[in-house]
């Protein structure tokens, strides 16, 4: 098992090309069932490695949990997603995406996995609203002993950020302007 918990992170970014996409399909419970050649060469692992592990195998340390608790909550229900992701590579070299995460549907109407296709991000919304968003919510989760209730602390923040904007959390996504 290919594993990425105790790895530090190098804080050099990797990038793709604007017109590649980045495809993985995972089970019900995130472990990777697909994943495309940019997907395998970004994160430096190879297919082996990343099939059948949890697609959290990328999990970067900057990336707020309470995002990805938005992602699964939302996905669960059936409903797609886009969200900014900063993803750790098998070195520790990083990299971001604009993910947009869709439930799978079966012919029964059940969710019987996950799709993702990631491309790349506007830097500058990276930089100039993502960045600040992120630390923010790292920040509120850190202040709290337990990873769980940090969680939902940040889960929190976000809802009300939100509220205060008026916005959904794609709504948010798309009227962050460069």
Not at 112 to 122: I, L, M
Request: charged share 30%; proline share 4%; glycine share 6%.
């Amino acid at each position: 098992m290919a594993s990425t918990k105790n790895m530090s992170v190098t804080g050099k970014e990797r990038f793709f090309k604007e017109d590649e996409i980045i495809v993985s399909k995972t089970n019900l419970k995130g472990h990777l069932t697909y994943a495309n050649r940019v997907f395998i060469d970004i994160s430096g692992f190879t297919e082996p490695e990343l099939l059948g592990e949890p697609h959290s195998i990328l999990r970067h340390p900057d990336m707020p949990r309470c995002v990805f608790k938005l992602l699964w909550d939302t996905i669960k229900d059936k409903k797609e997603i886009f969200a900014y992701v900063i993803n750790r590579c098998k070195n520790g070299d990083h990299y971001w995406v604009l993910a947009h995460v869709t439930p799978s549907i079966s012919a029964a109407g059940e969710v019987d996995g996950y799709h993702s296709n990631r491309r790349v991000p506007d830097p500058k919304i990276v930089k100039s609203a993502i960045v600040p968003l992120y630390q923010a919510l790292l920040e509120e989760e850190k202040r709290h002993s337990n990873a769980k209730e940090g969680m939902n602390a940040g889960f929190d923040m976000l809802a009300g950020i939100l509220k205060e904007k008026g916005l959904g959390y794609d709504e948010f996504i798309f009227s962050l302007k460069n």
